[in-house]
């Protein structure tokens, strides 16, 4: 039962936040389980620790193009290839940290605590899941690509 209001409310919080902060409808596409050793395809991903009641790793993972999209329809001005990847990463950064919080702020009556956000780049980087949970994705559409939400949680 757990499980189920889980992916709810991450569900809830990535269309929510998507549709404030950049007028896009995130369609949500299915959960499954994941290996936490699959090859996975994302050249970005957002990284939040849970602690207290709940702990685990909630992970936002994008394309570089789907990103580059983001950014230019942000309304945010870039003048150059370094200051494009700082506020990329940024923007990764803050949108995993939004989309935690709205959803752990949901789970009522479950005290948590999260952690800072860490972008973690590259087209074939691992995440090192904690192997407290299977590792669940939950994945989105927009008009111009996909996107995914991993969790890996104990409640």
């Known amino acids: 039962m757990l499980e189920k209001r889980i992916i709810e409310v991450f569900t809830e919080s990535t269309r ?10 995130a369609s949500f596409l299915g959960s499954k389980e994941i ?3 699959a090859d996975h395809g994302w050249d970005i991903t957002g990284l939040v620790g849970l602690a207290g009641q ?7 993972r994008l394309t570089a193009g789907l990103l580059d999209l983001l950014l230019d329809g942000s309304g945010i001005e870039v003048s150059g290839t370094e200051e494009r990847l700082q506020l990329s990463g940024g923007l990764v950064g803050e949108l995993t940290n939004i989309l935690a919080g709205s959803a752990t702020s949901a789970l009522k009556g479950i005290d948590v605590t ?3 956000p860490v972008v973690i780049r590259g087209p074939s980087h691992e995440i090192g899941w904690p192997a407290i949970a299977p590792v669940m994705a939950l994945s989105f559409g927009l008009p111009k690509g996909k996107f995914e939400i991993d969790l890996c949680l104990r409640a």
Do not use: C, H, K, W
């Open 54 to 60: 709940a702990q685990g790793v909630i992970a936002l």
């Open 35 to 37: 290996s936490s050793e």
């Open 114 to 116: 999260i952690a800072p």
């Open 16 to 25: 929510n936040t998507f549709r404030e902060m950049f007028g896009l409808d």
